[in-house]
């Protein structure tokens, strides 16, 4: 400030801010109270104090951020540099930090990359193949990820990687599904949604952000190959947790011949009862712990035959139930991957992740 030729100076960091506040007193209506470490401070008198507060907030909180997490906030240099002669540099500031902040709640929602920033978003309807209904939500999209939250109670999420992506194409609208837009996979998965207001733009956005993911998919078609065969490990995983092990299914089928008298055409009977039969010779098996971790094993089997299997399932109430009862040991691995986010992160990265693992292990 300068008042009756005395000019006073006052510089405080954002990093040094414990707390601000914003109040109204009788002597001074709209009031932002600073606090720090060691004192206090208080500004009146603002043309705009909603506007100014926010700012402030968004500034304070970058600034810690940038403490907790350098790395990250090192990544994102999208802020532009403001001329000082700007006569808008306050609301450009403004408009940057806002997007900043949206494209860090996305990347939080969906658990992405730091480094993906939001292109925008838009209302839409999803169709539900498991519940056949169309649900009320947001589809939002981004250099390399189209993803979708509901709206209301039918709580559903989706996350698809543009590297995942095989054929984006629109739909004959109808009264009963305007403005469609289909969206198919590797894994042969189709998502369908509607209800969306500039189709066109959509699509054509998606399909700028496909031509630049192209090159980056040819380039690690190598691990996305290894990442196929391990899917369809997994897939091929469930007969073997149902069915018991080959010799124990050999000698059962063994004991079979002998429970069973076949007299020409008629029908066989047992002369056994049931549990002495079928009673299973493995004291394993008589495992609490195993039987419970056979059951969970189970419950996701069902929920991959419902909602898809893999980065681009359907994500419900029902998976959040299945994750708090607990997630079994062989799909422990599986399920960390693509529910932490971390596929998206290994998938960005190609081999830095296993040289991490060779390094670790003394390679």
Known sequence: SFLM????????????ITQLEKSATLLLPDVIKVSTRSSEHFFSVFLNINETFKLMEQLANIAMRQL??????????????????????????????????????????????????????????????????????QMFVSTNYICFTSKGENVCSLIIPLREVTIVEKADSSSVLPSPLSISTRNRMTFLFANLKDRDFLVQRISDFLQQTTSKIYSDKEFAGSYNSSDDEVCSRPSSLVSSSPQRSTSSDADGERQFNLNGNSVPT??????????????????PKLAKEFLKEQAWKIHFAEYGQGICMYRTEKTRELVLKGIPESMRGELWLLLSGAINEKATHPGYYEDLVEKSMGK
């Not at 002495?276 to 010779?281: K, S, V």
Request: hydrophobic letters at 30%; proline letters at 5%.
């Open 5 to 16: 030729g005395r000019e006073a100076k006052l510089v405080i960091r954002w990093v040094d």
């Open 270 to 287: 047992a002369t056994q009862t049931l549990m002495t039969m079928y009673r299973r010779r493995s004291p394993e098996e008589f495992n």
């Open 68 to 137: 907790l997490d350098n790395e990250g906030f090192e990544q994102d240099r999208s802020l532009p540099k403001l001329k000082k002669k700007s006569p808008k540099k306050v609301s450009a500031l403004k408009r940057d930090l806002d997007a900043r902040a949206k494209s860090e709640r996305y990347r939080a929602l969906f658990r992405l990359p730091k480094d993906e920033k939001l292109d925008g978003h838009t209302d839409c309807t999803l169709w539900t193949p498991f519940n056949k209904m169309h649900i009320l939500g």
